[in-house]
């Protein structure tokens, strides 16, 4: 049999892409822009977000420039299989708040012929990679850095800056809590913490 009787019964996969970076990089934008972009090509899509994440609304991902779109809570990321049937697209919004099980749901709904997006913060507010972040960027078909504006300096940010004292790694904020920061600025205010 010939490789091209063989492929023809496969099931096409799906691809999985990982948008990442600092906080105010414009991730969340980017996604949006992609979701409106396959809904005027008439494609299926389901998009998720964190229940732990309603600083802007519970049941919307919403950008810091205020665009928004309807999505769907979810505690437990498993849910996300579930409730995906029959799409062509699967948008994940703040992907670094799910546990590990995020590579496998993500794996199997791109086996099922599904085009799984994720977005989220690559680096934490110590400079560490975020959760599921690196496995998921492993795996990913296409990664798409984004970079914010230093709030600082005004160069190239890719570091995300606490400015409260807790250390908690997950503390839903934005401005009032965080900042975007270049490398150098960064590291500066890190040394400044110690």
């Known amino acids: 049999m010939s ?5 023809k019964h496969h099931k096409p996969y799906g691809k999985i892409e990982v948008i990442c970076g600092s906080m105010f990089s414009g991730k969340t934008e980017m996604v949006i822009s992609i979701i409106k972009k396959a809904k005027i090509r008439r494609e299926k899509v389901k998009i998720f977000k964190p229940k732990l994440d309603n600083r802007y609304d ?3 991902i919403v950008s810091h420039n205020k665009n928004e779109i309807p999505a769907t809570p979810v505690e437990n990321i498993i849910e996300i299989v579930q ?3 029959q799409a062509n697209i699967i948008a994940i919004d703040e992907a670094q708040f799910f546990n590990d099980q995020i590579v496998e749901v993500c794996i199997e709904i791109a086996s099922s012929g599904c085009n799984v997006i994720l977005a989220g913060l690559d680096l934490d507010h110590l400079g560490n990679p975020f959760g ?14 984004l970079h914010a504006i230093c709030d600082l300096c005004s160069s190239e940010a890719s570091h995300t800056f606490k400015k409260t004292n807790d250390k908690k790694q997950i503390e839903i904020g934005e401005k009032d809590k965080y900042q975007a920061l270049c490398r150098s600025c960064f590291n500066l205010k890190m ?3 110690e």
């Open 3 to 7: 490789l091209k009787l063989q492929n």
């Open 58 to 60: 519970s049941l919307k």
């Open 83 to 85: 409730l995906s049937k």
């Open 132 to 145: 599921a972040m690196p496995r998921l960027m492993s795996i990913a078909d296409k990664i798409t850095k």
């Open 191 to 193: 040394s400044s913490n």
